[in-house]
């Protein structure tokens, strides 16, 4: 493939790597100016008796991955051939989560946390298409160089779903199933992947990078046959200079913390949180639990007091209280919630493709707004914000998608944060 032109279009320069998908190269799209860079991936189909069956297989996936391709951290689809078993990708400049974690580099819980909030908010979009992704792992989340965003890559899903339905005793194949030892939790192992199997899976990626050990390296219990990451005093796993598993003296997780990555990578999936938006709340609720509390009549370090002014209670009551914080936490998940109805109202009222993404935009970034809020000051200025978000969904010609999504805001949402002010 090296030196082709695909499609009049993707000149492929080199070869990339193999991998559970097949053949990655990287390519250019000479039509677009500066000729950026593009992935190539190839599947490879070893059965000629099934390549008519595979051509469609691989089609309808390709359409799937289009649509995931929508959302800002997942790679966009420019191209696919199902004569040829490709599909071509925006080219991701960055590194993987794999050359960020070592036993000598493990990660602090503020990083731990932004990234489980980062992978959730992807998974919800993409279990709410229907998607399992099938093989979360650092090697497969990527940090954008430009911008340090997380980028979810290489779905597993494609490339099982084809091979499956190609041949139903496909479970009785070695290599027929898409994970990796380590990551993917028992039923997985079994041929019986859920939603909760990505769960698992990006909770023993974050283990991982908090304590530095491979997941595949953790013991087990064996009479409930739960991982052992964690001793009850706090102390983590890790490996010492002779590479053996030792606890870690003085590196010590925080319990509300540890008790999400547990429930994250129970043995029993019924055990296990039921959503990607459960787990994302929780980490929310950890959030506000971790802040940095200000008792009354107290000052806090991090804040100089000058005794001409007025009283630190008096600069305590500016914070909002549980009530507000609560209504904030509903506001939030409101507004990360609209992207995906705005994406299926976009395909079911034929608005553009660029008038769903700008809006999408708009509400998740209100929604950051709506978490990072504390002070009653913010409280106003949230109401600011959200007229102003009116006034940006507004001048959209769909009048049906734009009277949807506006309505909310006028109504419920600018009464609520009134009457908190």
């Given at each position: 493939?090296?030196?082709?032109?695909?499609?009049?279009?993707?000149?492929?320069?080199?070869?990339?790597?193999?991998?559970?998908?097949?053949?990655?190269?990287?390519?250019?799209?000479?039509?677009?100016?500066?000729?950026?860079?593009?992935?190539?991936?190839?599947?490879?189909?070893?059965?000629?008796?099934?390549?008519?069956?595979?051509?469609?297989?691989?089609?309808?996936?390709?359409?799937?991955?289009?649509?995931?391709?929508?959302?800002?951290?997942?790679?966009?689809?420019?191209?696919?051939?199902?004569?040829?078993?490709?599909?071509?990708?925006?080219?991701?400049?960055?590194?993987?989560?794999?050359?960020?974690?070592?036993?000598?580099?493990?990660?602090?819980?503020?990083?731990?946390?932004?990234?489980?909030?980062?992978?959730?908010?992807?998974?919800?979009?993409?279990?709410?298409?229907?998607?399992?992704?099938?093989?979360?792992?650092?090697?497969?989340?990527?940090?954008?160089?430009?911008?340090?965003?997380?980028?979810?890559?290489?779905?597993?899903?494609?490339?099982?779903?084809?091979?499956?339905?190609?041949?139903?005793?496909?479970?009785?194949?070695?290599?027929?199933?898409?994970?990796?030892?380590?990551?993917?939790?028992?039923?997985?192992?079994?041929?019986?992947?859920?939603?909760?199997?990505?769960?698992?899976?990006?909770?023993?990626?974050?283990?991982?990078?908090?304590?530095?050990?491979?997941?595949?390296?953790?013991?087990?219990?064996?009479?409930t046959g739960e991982i052992m990451w964690l001793h009850p005093n706090g102390q983590i796993v890790g490996i010492d200079g002779n590479n053996e598993l030792v606890w870690l003296s003085g590196k010590v997780v925080s319990a509300n913390l540890a008790e999400i990555l547990n429930k994250m990578v129970r043995y029993r999936r019924i055990d296990r949180y039921s959503s990607a938006g459960e787990a994302l709340e929780a980490l929310h609720q950890l959030r506000l639990v971790t802040q940095p509390q200000i008792p009354v009549g107290q000052i806090s370090q991090a804040i100089r007091f000058d005794p001409s002014s007025e009283p630190p209670i008096a600069f305590v009551e500016n914070f909002l209280d549980e009530l507000d914080l609560a209504l904030l936490r509903d506001l939030a998940l409101y507004f990360e919630s609209m992207p995906h109805k705005i994406r299926h109202y976009h395909r079911d009222h034929k608005a553009s493709r660029e008038e769903a993404s700008v809006i999408a935009n708009y509400y998740l970034k209100t929604a950051d707004m709506f978490r990072k809020a504390r002070t009653k000051q913010d409280l106003k200025n949230l109401i600011d914000v959200v007229e102003k978000l009116k006034q940006k969904v507004s001048p959209y010609e769909h009048e049906s998608f734009k009277y949807r999504l506006s309505t909310g805001l006028k109504k419920e949402i600018l009464e609520k944060l009134r009457k908190r002010c």
């Amino acid at each position: 493939m090296i030196n082709q032109l695909l499609q009049g279009r993707y000149l492929v320069i080199k070869e990339l790597g193999k991998g559970g998908f097949g053949q990655t190269y990287l390519a250019q799209d000479t039509q677009y100016p500066g000729k950026p860079y593009c992935v190539v991936k190839q599947l490879q189909v070893d059965d000629p008796g099934s390549l008519e069956k595979a051509k469609e297989l691989f089609a309808r996936e390709a359409v799937t991955l289009a649509r995931l391709g929508s959302h800002d951290r997942i790679p966009e689809l420019k191209a696919y051939s199902e004569e040829h078993f490709y599909l071509v990708q925006d080219f991701v400049d960055g590194n993987t989560l794999r050359e960020e974690i070592s036993p000598q580099r493990r990660w602090e819980e503020k990083e731990i946390i932004g990234l489980l909030e980062d992978i959730l908010k992807i998974l919800i979009f993409i279990h709410d298409e229907g998607v399992i992704h099938r093989d979360i792992k650092p090697d497969n989340i990527m940090r954008r160089q430009r911008d340090g965003q997380l980028i979810l890559i290489d779905f597993g899903a494609i490339k099982e779903k084809i091979i499956n339905n190609l041949n139903p005793n496909a479970s009785t194949i070695a290599g027929s199933r898409i994970y990796t030892v380590g990551y993917a939790p028992p039923e997985q192992t079994l041929g019986k992947t859920h939603f909760s199997s990505d769960i698992y899976a990006l909770g023993m990626t974050a283990i991982e990078a908090l304590t530095g050990v491979h997941p595949s390296l953790l013991p087990e219990d064996d009479r409930t046959g739960e991982i052992m990451w964690l001793h009850p005093n706090g102390q983590i796993v890790g490996i010492d200079g002779n590479n053996e598993l030792v606890w870690l003296s003085g590196k010590v997780v925080s319990a509300n913390l540890a008790e999400i990555l547990n429930k994250m990578v129970r043995y029993r999936r019924i055990d296990r949180y039921s959503s990607a938006g459960e787990a994302l709340e929780a980490l929310h609720q950890l959030r506000l639990v971790t802040q940095p509390q200000i008792p009354v009549g107290q000052i806090s370090q991090a804040i100089r007091f000058d005794p001409s002014s007025e009283p630190p209670i008096a600069f305590v009551e500016n914070f909002l209280d549980e009530l507000d914080l609560a209504l904030l936490r509903d506001l939030a998940l409101y507004f990360e919630s609209m992207p995906h109805k705005i994406r299926h109202y976009h395909r079911d009222h034929k608005a553009s493709r660029e008038e769903a993404s700008v809006i999408a935009n708009y509400y998740l970034k209100t929604a950051d707004m709506f978490r990072k809020a504390r002070t009653k000051q913010d409280l106003k200025n949230l109401i600011d914000v959200v007229e102003k978000l009116k006034q940006k969904v507004s001048p959209y010609e769909h009048e049906s998608f734009k009277y949807r999504l506006s309505t909310g805001l006028k109504k419920e949402i600018l009464e609520k944060l009134r009457k908190r002010c």
